[in-house]
C-alpha cells in the first residue's frame, strides 16, 4: 500500500522554484510557481502516478496555499487543478490576486 502522505509538511523548495510534498524520501508531488514581488504564479502541479489517487494533490495544493496566506502573497493561478482546487475550497479564494 502506498503511504498518503496526508501528515507529510508541504515544503517551499526555493532552489527549484516548486513547493514540493514528500512520502519518505520521495517527492509524491509538487507544484511549480514564479515568485514575483508579492504574487506567487501557480504553473503546474504534478504527482507522481504511484501516489495518485491518495490525496497529494489536494494535500499539497492546501500547504503551498496556507504557505502563500502565510507570507502575505497573492497568488495567480495558471494551474488548472489549483483553479479547481480553489473553486471547491472558496476559503483561498481571497488569495488570488486582482486582475490589474
Known sequence: MVPS???APVVDNTAL???ELRVGDVVAGFVLYRLSDETITLIHTEVE???EGHGIGGRLVAGALDD???RWL???PLCPFVRSYIDRHP???D???APG
Open 74 to 76: 497573492h497568488m495567480i
Open 91 to 93: 476559503e483561498y479564494a
Open 5 to 7: 502522505g496526508t501528515d
Open 95 to 97: 488569495l488570488v490576486a
Open 17 to 19: 522554484r516548486r513547493y
Open 68 to 70: 502563500i496566506r502565510s
Open 49 to 51: 502516478p504511484a501516489y
